[in-house]
């Protein structure tokens, strides 16, 4: 057998309370793209920074090409050939991409120089850039290219990519693993990180599969079904998310000419929106990232209020209602940004679930918290959401990604809102708990209440969602049955063609 280019060789890291990863072996070869799968906290994050240098194992060797692979930082990653690509853009909007790309290399070329290389390499790869952009103005999909680019430049012998898909269309992904078979052709390898797991069957030759820290096994991604992939993953079988039979209700959200506009020099303004969405329904809103998602989840959550008019909740008139307000007229919302928007990184669960519960919940005494209540609260939601953490009074920012999703989705679903607006709400999630908050989306709509399911998974969209629509710079295309529609239908959507060129020329 040839040798690997990578060898992990029993690498354990532990943190207090838990043990991210317990002796971990595998290879990667060389001109191989190998998948690494895991759910939330099975300890692919910290194996890949420990890959990186941006970590430092406790135990286990590393051995690249033969030789010792001990990296303390990722600066010397860099220099031995391993290359990221981050889940999370480090981007600066301001500045332009050649600037951007810069900053990210240890002894740049001059300006114009760079300028050329980026040209060069772009377009070799079919992921061509203006090297004068500035990075604000791109679309998610190119903001990615720049990221790619910048770590092409290096010329790396191991590529790792964590989530690169999330933010892109079916069209873009296209083009993405063009790019991607083309650098193994070449002779490098690729570290493959993806909870869309039919992506890992098209793409990658082999996959290590992690479970709560240590390797389970591994598979040909080709010959292993997506089921059975998700089923190593989690250690059993779990359900596909199912719709009941639904009998749909009154209108509870009415949104009629909806328009604000851009919330910063780089945010997106919302052009004419309107939509109705009834009682039992789960409405589905697609679209690349940046075309207006935030900005529409602020504006119906009452983040920023619009005019009368605007927004109108069980008939009425909320547009110039603030969240709290909004909140106990029964109209609640899940932001797509986890740290920072949907919780409060330094504050516990309890205070977490305290901050949109209080009031509907009655967590409040005479305007003091009331804890015991706060805690119970706490802990149904992580019981009923199966959320990993030693228990509620831990800081948000201690969860994985994942798990603090389900508890931040599964806050807001456990108080039964009349209306839920949630943005992104499988996002960085494994398979399982994707399927669990998703069936509960459905559960709450069978129920009666009106969901909006705002997200860049086409997938979770077709198969939560009665109708669809796609945002496009701002605007909301025509609301059509999912029935009529399939994958590539929404994708061109979700691009401005159909029915959204229209809009264009209205505009």
């Known amino acids: 057998m040839d040798t690997p280019l990578l060898s992990i060789n029993g690498l354990t890291k532990a943190y207090p309370g838990v043990v991210a990863n317990d002796s971990v072996s595998f290879d990667i070869g060389e001109s191989e793209i190998h998948a690494l799968l895991g759910e939330n906290g099975a300890g692919k994050s910290t194996l890949v920074k420990m890959i990186y240098g941006l970590v430092q194992p406790d135990n286990g060797t590393m051995t690249m090409r033969g030789a010792g692979y001990t990296p303390s930082k990722p600066s010397e990653a860099r220099q031995s050939g391993v290359a990221m690509v981050f889940q999370h853009f480090s981007l600066f909007d301001a500045l332009d991409v050649a600037e951007n790309v810069a900053l990210g290399m240890e002894t740049p070329p001059p300006m114009r120089d760079l300028a050329r290389q980026i040209r060069e390499v772009s377009e070799t790869y079919g992921l061509p850039l203006d090297p004068s952009r500035t990075v604000g103005t791109l679309s998610a999909g190119e903001r990615q290219r720049v990221e790619i680019i910048r770590c092409l430049l290096q010329d790396p012998k191991l590529l790792i990519m964590d989530e690169p898909t999330s933010v892109l269309t079916p069209q873009e992904v296209d083009i993405l693993f063009e790019t991607l078979r083309k650098l193994k052709a070449e002779g490098t390898s690729i570290l493959y990180i993806s909870h ?33 992939m998700a089923e190593m993953m989690v250690g059993s079988s779990f359900a596909a998310p199912q719709a009941q039979n ?11 000419g909806l328009s604000q506009p851009a919330p910063g020099s780089f945010g997106t303004p919302l052009r004419e929106i309107g939509f109705d969405l009834r009682a039992g329904e789960v409405l589905g809103i697609g679209g690349v990232a940046g075309n207006g998602q935030d900005e529409l989840l602020a504006a119906l959550s009452g ?38 928007h949907a919780a409060a990184p330094d504050m516990s669960l309890i205070e977490n679930g305290v901050l949109t519960a209080s009031r509907r919940m009655g967590l409040l005494s005479n305007g003091f918290i009331s804890w015991g209540k706060s805690r119970a609260f706490a802990e149904d939601v992580i019981e009923r959401f199966d959320v990993r953490t030693p228990g509620p009074h831990v800081a948000a920012r201690a969860l994985s990604g994942g798990n603090l999703q389900k508890f931040v989705v599964g806050r807001e679903i456990v108080q039964t809102p009349d209306v839920l607006v949630v943005n992104q709400p499988t996002w960085g999630v494994d398979a399982a708990a994707a399927a669990f908050i998703r069936q509960s989306l459905l559960d709450l709509a069978a129920q009666g209440s009106a969901v909006l399911v705002i997200s860049q998974d086409l997938d979770e969209l077709m198969e939560v969602s009665d109708r669809f629509g796609a945002l496009n710079e701002g605007r909301l295309s025509s609301i059509r049955p999912v029935t009529e529609l399939d994958i590539e239908q929404i994708g061109l959507m979700m691009g401005g063609a159909h029915d959204m060129e229209v809009a264009h020329v209205d505009g």
């Open 303 to 340: 983040e920023r209020l619009s005019e009368t008019g605007m927004v109108r909740l069980k008939g009425s008139d909320v547009s110039r209602m603030g969240p709290n307000a909004r909140r106990e007229a029964g109209l609640l919302s899940g932001p797509e940004e986890r740290l920072g």
């Open 246 to 256: 639904k009998v749909l209700g009154n209108v509870l959200l009415s949104v009629k």
């Open 196 to 228: 869309k797991l039919e992506e890992i069957r098209a793409l990658c030759d082999h996959a290590t599969i992690l479970r709560l820290g240590k390797n389970v096994g591994t598979c040909t991604p080709s010959e292993t079904t997506a089921r059975e």
